[in-house]
């Protein structure tokens, strides 16, 4: 329920980078998005058609904008993004429009995802005309605590007409400091072809401290070399509540106090305080989490 800028940077094989700028806020009873994106290939040498030198050099580069709208009912969120791209070879270009389109539900702790990508016209240079990569995928994750870590486990299947099937799954533990997280992550994909074993294993960390929150990420491709990604992300002060109606108000306080409910009855103490605070701060004088927050400090001490 609150405003948020992201900005994130990869550092691919060779001089292929890609970087990615979006920022985020709630709007007509949902959230909506923005999104700037861009591939960089580098610089690459011309040759003419016997293959002798140009001495001359271009830069081949792919853009995306795009804006998204996403909304919350209950257990269940569902959204689109509506994106335009562009593509340019030393001077042509080729363009398409395309949608994304997902919805993801709660079923207790476990969250459950599906979204289809990049529906929408072909990207055309001269009289060549090539099909985006259409892309569906179906995923799920599921929070629990494994000594002072809160974990969570993900994986994902994903379909696509040049991969038609590969899995990937990792997992993340979270230590916490009073506001300060620090994250490690493992991953694991299916798909490496043509590389060795540990091209299959992805690594990273990150850590947040109250509304900014850094990460990184390695990936190898074999002789390719190493890959790296990092992001950084400030969210801004949650919406006032009054901007909320009486219904998503008491909808809003059920959700947070259900999810403090099930991770109470799990042991996840630390976790559960902060979503029966949630439910305070829309209505202060809430008896049954306050009986719980008290509960939970009794525990710990």
Do not use: C
Not at 188 to 207: I, M, N, R, V
Not at 239 to 262: D, I, R, T
């Amino acid at each position: 329920r609150g405003y948020e800028l992201l900005f994130s940077h990869a550092l691919w094989f060779e001089d292929v980078n890609y970087s990615n700028f979006a920022a985020g806020a709630p709007l007509l009873n949902g959230y909506m998005a923005l999104g700037l994106s861009g591939l960089f290939a580098g610089e690459i040498d011309k040759f003419n058609y016997i293959g002798d030198s140009m001495d001359d050099e271009y830069s081949p580069s792919d853009m995306a904008v795009a804006a998204s709208y996403s909304r919350q009912i209950k257990s269940v969120s569902a959204g689109a993004a509506l994106k335009f791209i562009t593509s340019d070879i030393d001077g042509d270009r080729a363009s398409a429009v395309a949608v994304d389109m997902g919805v993801m539900r709660r079923f207790g702790l476990l969250n459950a995802g599906f979204s289809v990508q990049n529906l929408g016209t072909e990207m055309q240079f001269r009289k060549e005309s090539d099909p985006l990569p259409l892309t569906v995928r179906l995923g799920a994750s599921y929070p629990f605590r494994l000594s002072v870590f809160e974990m969570l486990a993900s994986a994902e299947t994903n379909y696509s007409a040049e991969v038609p099937f590969r899995v990937n799954a990792g997992i993340n533990a979270d230590y916490p400091v009073n506001k300060f997280i620090l994250s490690m992550r493992l991953g694991l994909k299916s798909y490496a072809e043509g590389l060795d074993a540990l091209s299959h294993l992805t690594s990273g960390f990150g850590f947040s401290y109250e509304n900014i929150s850094f990460d990184y990420a390695l990936a190898s491709f074999e002789d390719l070399g190493l890959t790296h990604r990092v992001s950084l992300s400030y969210a801004f002060s949650r919406v006032p509540e009054k901007e909320l109606s009486e219904e998503e108000k008491q909808e809003l306080m059920k959700k947070y106090f259900m999810a403090g409910h099930e991770l109470f009855s799990e042991g996840r103490y630390k976790q559960s305080i902060k979503q029966f605070e949630k439910v305070l701060e829309l209505d202060p004088s809430h008896a049954n989490s306050q009986q719980y927050i008290e509960r939970v400090q009794n525990k710990l001490n």
